[in-house]
């Protein structure tokens, strides 16, 4: 898997975006983070592993408290990722509406004789 | 002119998630058409000074692939399939972009018209192909995340 491909995987699950959404704030232990969770300090670990994988967060050395931190750089690369799918349909519609408006009248013309003779 | 059917807009419901609204001044029917048959998108999808070649197997679970051939000899394919359709209303696909293989977006497409105009309304939610395989393990229960502000907000402080 890709480096965006494991993003998008890690942002796949609500939890870990919410792990996310947390660090944006500040870096926190994983006593934190996992306290508004109604599930382990194993399972928030585990999805920890899965965001420090994509790349999405680091962890501190200080053996006791591993803090986590947000990083950017990869979320950035889903914006831009965003930013040029959404710029190719721009694009695209615009060309859409172009050959529509330059669609010769005969397709409506022609489905109005259809209904008149319904 | 009305600056509504010249603009794409643009929301970000969830960080995973874009819906693009763009207005067509053309019945919904006309829409409908040229968006999915071969004869118009051919004429439409591809770069202005380029040509396309575009299969179009317009059935649920049937598939499409059009490669684009700019004018400086570049290719560039596309690709998805149909999940559903509901002629004149609604089509399910997805997209591929071939240049980055595994970035599978699932787009809902909905038609509407209102005094002769269309709103093509564009929910695309974006995957992997790991995920749409059903290959990622989501670890455990979910929805504690609600509690939280979703993570669009920070991607939007990075667009």
């Known amino acids: 898997m890709d480096q965006l491909s494991n993003v998008f995987a890690?942002?796949?699950?609500?939890?870990?975006?919410?792990?996310?959404?947390?660090?944006?704030?500040?870096?926190?232990?994983?006593?934190?983070?996992?306290?508004?969770?109604?599930?382990?300090?194993?399972?928030?670990?585990?999805?920890?592993?899965?965001?420090?994988?994509?790349?999405?967060?680091?962890?501190?050395?200080?053996?006791?408290?591993?803090?986590?931190?947000?990083?950017?750089?990869?979320?950035?690369?889903?914006?831009?990722?965003?930013?040029?799918?959404?710029?190719?349909?721009?694009?695209?519609?615009?060309?859409l509406d172009d050959y529509l408006r330059d669609l010769p009248a005969e397709g409506t013309a022609k489905e109005k004789q259809d209904e008149r003779e319904d | 002119m009305n600056e509504k059917t010249e603009k794409l807009t643009v929301t970000l419901p969830s960080d995973r998630e874009i819906v693009m609204t763009r207005v067509f001044d053309a019945p919904r029917e006309l829409v409908f058409k040229a968006m999915?048959?071969?004869?118009?998108?051919?004429?439409?999808?591809?770069?202005?000074?380029?040509?396309?070649?575009?299969?179009?197997?317009?059935?649920?679970?049937?598939?499409?692939?059009?490669?684009?051939?700019?004018?400086?000899?570049?290719?560039?394919?596309?690709?998805?399939?149909?999940?559903?359709?509901?002629p004149n209303e609604r089509v399910v696909q997805t997209f591929e972009y071939e240049g980055m293989p595994g970035h599978v977006v699932v787009q809902t497409l909905h038609l509407e018209e209102h005094e002769g105009r269309t709103t093509v309304t564009s929910t695309s939610l974006f995957d992997t192909t790991e995920e749409r395989d059903g290959m990622v393990e989501s670890g455990m229960e979910t929805g504690a995340g609600e509690s939280y502000d979703r993570l669009d907000e920070v991607l939007a402080t990075l667009v």
Not at chain 2, 50 to 57: A, I, K, Q, V
């Open chain 1, 10 to 95: 890690a942002l796949a699950d609500p939890t870990r975006r919410a792990i996310l959404a947390r660090l944006a704030h500040g870096e926190a232990t994983v006593n934190e983070l996992a306290e508004p969770f109604p599930i382990s300090l194993q399972a928030v670990s585990k999805h920890l592993k899965v965001l420090e994988r994509a790349g999405l967060i680091t962890r501190g050395r200080a053996a006791q408290w591993r803090p986590c931190h947000l990083e950017a750089g990869p979320l950035r690369d889903v914006a831009e990722w965003m930013r040029l799918y959404r710029r190719f349909w721009d694009e695209r519609y615009q060309r």
């Open chain 2, 36 to 86: 999915f048959t071969v004869e118009h998108v051919e004429k439409w999808w591809g770069s202005r000074d380029g040509t396309l070649d575009c299969e179009l197997d317009f059935r649920p679970g049937g598939r499409w692939r059009f490669v684009q051939h700019t004018a400086d000899g570049q290719e560039h394919g596309f690709h998805g399939e149909f999940r559903e359709i509901v």
